[in-house]
């Protein structure tokens, strides 16, 4: 490791520090980032890295239950990860953040990167990135689901959320059929969605959408994008528990 990275790792808080990356920033303390390697947490690791903002990675074991921890809940009182603290927040001071789409903004603004001034191009990335928040990352995160996690035979739930998939792929590849990126420039709204993409096409293949293709293979050759996906791959185990299912996908309130 070098000497700028090493020297944003910082002792863990809620969660234990993996490592640290970006760190491009010479003087600036790193932004904590609460996170797995899901779709979700590597909307946060693209940005940071793309931004060439110093953070370092904090494990939040979703299959073991850390999401739940008091000082976590803290941060991110919904249990979810990502979440990040930025000792240099708004005014100098620390601030705590949740929800990954209300990150992605945090971090455009405080850079003026990938989220543009102009109220026109601002207005073309929040209805994208609000797409994936609200419609992509939902429907794909069911069907994914209900393929692989549910332990029973349900044709029903299944092919509702792949066709819903399939027809959020067709709006992309619309969309993409005029433009090389979703609000016009590269931006938070296509950090948003390359994951969950990606994540996707384990069981919806994109033979059926070459302009989504080609915006695919655009975002894959980009070295932040490559670094960001990469960004804790050794932490997820590729078998799920039984006992991780169940602190997963059997929560109620607390």
């Known amino acids: 490791m070098n ?5 944003v790792i910082r002792k863990g808080t809620a969660a234990k520090p993996v490592l640290a990356l970006g ?3 010479a003087g600036a303390p790193p932004i904590a980032l609460y996170y797995w390697p899901t779709p979700n947490g590597h909307k946060i690791t693209i940005a940071l890295e793309e931004m060439k903002l110093a953070y370092v990675l ?6 073991k239950g850390e999401q739940f921890a008091p000082a976590f809940l803290k941060i991110s009182p919904n249990n979810r990860m990502p979440a990040i603290t930025d000792p240099r927040g708004p005014g100098g001071k620390p601030i705590s953040i949740f929800e990954s789409g209300a990150i992605l903004q ?9 989220y543009p001034q102009d109220p026109r191009q601002r ?3 929040e ?6 928040v609200g419609g992509l990352g939902p429907m794909a995160g069911q069907a994914n689901h209900f393929l692989k996690y549910s332990g029973e035979d349900l044709p029903y739930p299944r092919k509702r959320y792949t066709d819903e998939v399939h027809r959020l792929f067709g709006v992309m590849n619309s969309r993409l059929a005029r433009r090389k990126y979703l609000a016009g420039s590269y931006s938070i709204a296509d950090m948003a969605c390359i994951s969950w993409v990606r994540s996707a ?21 980009r070295p932040a994008v490559k670094r960001g996906l990469a960004a804790g791959a050794d932490l997820r185990k590729p078998v799920m528990t039984e ?8 929560q109620r309130a607390r």
Not at 58 to 63: F, P, R
């Open 243 to 250: 006992e991780e299912k169940k602190i997963l996908f059997g």
């Open 23 to 25: 760190g491009k920033r």
């Open 58 to 63: 904090k494990a939040v074991n979703i299959g």
């Open 123 to 125: 207005a073309a990335v």
């Open 201 to 221: 096409t384990s069981y919806q293949s994109l033979d059926e959408f070459p302009h989504l293709s080609a915006w695919v293979d655009r975002l894959l050759k």
């Open 3 to 7: 000497k700028a990275k090493a020297a």
């Open 106 to 114: 945090y971090l455009g603004r405080k850079t003026g990167q990938f």
């Open 127 to 132: 209805e994208w990135l609000f797409w994936q």
